[in-house]
């Protein structure tokens, strides 16, 4: 009777534990079919996305998006550094901002990119954020 409240108290504990994990929670987002990511790059594929979806509040010389500036390819560069945690994909803050992740700010605030756009970003970080 008692390893059998044992048991129940370590299963209990174990399902909760991992329902509750804190932090950021990995979204997964399919390959829709035809989409091509790994000729993905900076000049073809990532800055029109930016382009399209981020420079109204995150373009040079604007300052809705609180001065991150993701038009100017250092600042670029230097925020993926300090926001890729070198945890792989799911450190990378930007992307948890386009995923709509829990706890991140919702980038852009009002609706999630497509996902080959969302793919083709996850590849781009993957390689480290190439200005290719
Ligand atoms: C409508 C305006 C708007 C658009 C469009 C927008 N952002 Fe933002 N973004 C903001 C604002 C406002 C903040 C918050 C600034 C602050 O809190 O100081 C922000 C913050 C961020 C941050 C910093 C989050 C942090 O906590 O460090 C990132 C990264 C970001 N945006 C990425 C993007 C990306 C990528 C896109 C396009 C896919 C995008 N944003 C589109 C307005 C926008």
Redesign the pocket.
Known sequence: MKSTTTILFLVTFLLVSCTHKPGLVPVVVPTPTGCDTVNATYAKDIRP??SS??????GTGVT?????D?EDTAQLKN?LKN?FRGDGIYGS???H??LHSPL??Q????YI?DSC?LKK?HYWLSQGGPIN
């Not at 979806?53 to 995150?58: Q, R």
């Not at 809705?64 to 991150?68: D, F, K, N, Y």
């Open positions: 996305i930016f979806n981020c420079y109204s509040c995150h809705t998006g609180g001065g991150l993701l925020y926001g803050k930007l992307y901002c386009m991140a700010q980038m852009p605030p009002t990119v756009s970003v």
